[in-house]
């Protein structure tokens, strides 16, 4: 039976948990992922954590923080004068706001804290810092073309 392994193309379904069982992705209801393995195109324990499975398999796969999204760095939260931001711009703790920069780029922050004054700012991804737990079923392998 043939392994998966960097340069194939895979085809799963997912459930990612946080520690406290919280589902916070899936496909179920949904197309799977597809990607190959090895191109960057999951986080990198997710792609580790393929490695080596057969067709039809399921696996437990833990991804520490480092092998996700990071880990939470402080220098990406910014407390700002409310002032300093629309006056019709509706702050809610948890919501997802779009930045432009100076030089026209664009980025996410999520509101993080509220107070009459200011608005705390988080460009950290949502899942930074945070172990992550898949449920992981291989569901199709397509081996690397030689070349």
């Given at each position: ?45 997710f792609d580790r954590g393929v490695i080596g499975m ?56 999520m509101v993080a804290g509220v107070t009459d004054d ?11 810092g945070r172990d992550l737990t898949f449920e992981v ?11």
């Amino acid at each position: 039976m043939y392994c998966a392994a960097e340069g194939d193309t895979v085809k799963v379904n997912y459930t990612g948990t946080l520690a406290d069982g919280t589902v916070f992705d899936s496909t179920e209801g949904r197309t799977p992922l597809h990607f190959i393995i090895g191109r960057q195109e999951v986080i990198a324990g997710f792609d580790r954590g393929v490695i080596g499975m057969v067709m039809g398999e399921k696996k437990t796969v833990v991804i520490p923080s480092d092998l996700g999204y990071g880990q939470k760095e402080e220098n990406l939260i910014e407390e700002v004068d409310r002032k300093d931001l629309p006056e019709d711009l509706e702050l809610k703790v948890g919501a997802q706001l779009e930045v432009t920069r100076q030089d026209g780029s664009k980025f996410l922050v999520m509101v993080a804290g509220v107070t009459d004054d200011t608005a705390t700012l988080d460009a950290n991804h949502p899942l930074a810092g945070r172990d992550l737990t898949f449920e992981v079923e291989m569901l199709e392998i397509t081996k690397k073309e030689a070349k």
